[in-house]
T-cell receptor, first 118, second 116 residues
Framework: KAGVTQTPRYLIKTRGQQVTLSCSPI?????VSWYQQTPGQGLQFLFE???????NKGNFPGRFSGRQFSNSRSEMNVSTLELGDSALYLC?????????????????FGPGTRLTVL | TQLLEQSPQFLSIQEGENLTVYCNSS?????LQWYRQEPGEGPVLLVT?????EVKKLKRLTFQFGDARKDSSLHITAAQPGDTGLYLC????????????????FGQGTILTVHP
């Protein structure tokens, strides 16, 4: 089974521009979460989509947005880029797992998109 | 705001040594996941612990979940250079309504370097 794919892998943009990142989850997974990873802040949750609906959102400005399509693929958009938006953007697809008498969620990450804002 | 404290931040050891990484929180997890990340790549899931007091083993790696489900540890026995990487713990917190809707809260990570 193919893993989570993200495109593009690398992006260089300038301040003020906007960018769209794409994520295809593992086949059959309907939940997609996005995270931003920086050396200073670590991994921070951006938002989560399930069945085309945003169910949860992290503490990021409105310049960060996303959407999910009927095939579960997801995109995130960052408008009016700032230098501080330079980061590795990670997408994760989630499945419900059962084992040992419990059921729980597991997230599987893609390779990320490295965004550099100049 | 839920905080997940991971320690130590850096570990530099010789091949063959043992090490332990800790994750602590004041809030209860519904589950906790451990990941390993290589530079320029996404985190790779190692294990998920769910039940208080649970111990899981993955070859030379031993994962423990605290009885109260507020803390976890990763112990590596006889570390090898191939274990070098960033280790991350991530908690799926127990919230009202039963689900955190896809939000994992990550520790700051432990950068492990194993020297031959």
């Amino acid at each position: 089974k193919a893993g989570v794919t993200q495109t593009p892998r690398y992006l260089i943009k300038t301040r003020g521009q906007q960018v769209t990142l794409s994520c295809s989850p593992i086949s059959g997974h309907r939940s997609v979460s996005w995270y931003q990873q920086t050396p200073g802040q670590g991994l921070q949750f951006l938002f989560e989509y399930f069945s085309e609906t945003q169910r949860n959102k992290g503490n990021f400005p409105g310049r960060f947005s996303g959407r999910q399509f009927s095939n579960s693929r997801s995109e995130m958009n960052v408008s009016t880029l700032e230098l501080g938006d330079s980061a590795l953007y990670l997408c994760a697809s989630r499945r419900r797992t059962s084992g040992g008498g419990s059921s729980y969620n597991e997230q599987f990450f893609g390779p990320g998109t490295r965004l550099t804002v100049l | 705001t839920q905080l997940l404290e991971q320690s130590p931040q850096f570990l530099s050891i010789q091949e063959g040594e043992n090490l332990t990484v800790y994750c602590n929180s004041s809030s209860v997890f519904s589950s906790l996941q451990w990941y390993r990340q290589e530079p320029g790549e996404g985190p790779v899931l190692l294990v998920t612990v769910v039940t208080g007091g649970e111990v899981k083993k993955l070859k030379r790696l031993t994962f423990q979940f605290g009885d109260a489900r507020k803390d976890s540890s990763l112990h590596i026995t006889a570390a090898q250079p191939g274990d070098t990487g960033l280790y991350l713990c991530a908690g799926d917190y127990l919230v009202a309504g039963g689900t955190s809707y896809g939000k994992l809260t990550f520790g700051q990570g432990t950068i492990l370097t194993v020297h031959p």
